[in-house]
């Protein structure tokens, strides 16, 4: 305890810890936030707004490509009653997302 008080030859290499321990600190905190933000859970500086398309199913998408125009009312048909077996939606219910 008597070297650590003792100011008059320096710090003396202990001092070195400090920016070891700082930098281990940001370094684990870093690494929880990216593995919390890949894993689908929103980190603190994402806004609900900044989630994504979290409400995009495929029908939803199929929809709005039909209305965009990029498929047509065949190809839109068809892959519908694809979608409907796959997930398991009602064929009567509804047309578009």
Same mark, same amino acid.
């Given at each position: 305890?008597q070297t650590l008080a003792n100011w008059d030859g320096g710090p003396?290499?202990?001092?070195?810890?400090?920016?070891?321990?700082?930098? %281990?600190?940001?370094? @684990?905190?870093?690494?929880?936030?990216?593995?919390? %933000?890949?894993?689908?859970?929103?980190?603190?500086?994402?806004?609900?707004?900044?989630? @994504?398309?979290? @409400?995009?199913?495929?029908? %939803?998408?199929?929809?709005?490509?039909?209305?965009?125009?990029?498929?047509?009312?065949?190809?839109?048909?068809?892959?519908?009653?694809?979608?409907?077996?796959?997930?398991?939606? %009602?064929?009567?219910?509804? @047309?578009?997302?």
């Amino acid at each position: 305890m008597q070297t650590l008080a003792n100011w008059d030859g320096g710090p003396g290499p202990w001092i070195l810890f400090f920016p070891l321990i700082w930098a %281990a600190v940001v370094i @684990g905190a870093v690494t929880v936030l990216r593995r919390t %933000a890949r894993h689908g859970h929103r980190g603190p500086w994402r806004t609900p707004a900044d989630a @994504g398309p979290s @409400g995009d199913s495929p029908i %939803a998408v199929l929809g709005r490509r039909f209305a965009a125009g990029e498929i047509d009312e065949d190809e839109y048909w068809r892959r519908l009653s694809v979608l409907d077996e796959q997930f398991g939606r %009602a064929a009567g219910k509804g @047309g578009t997302a």
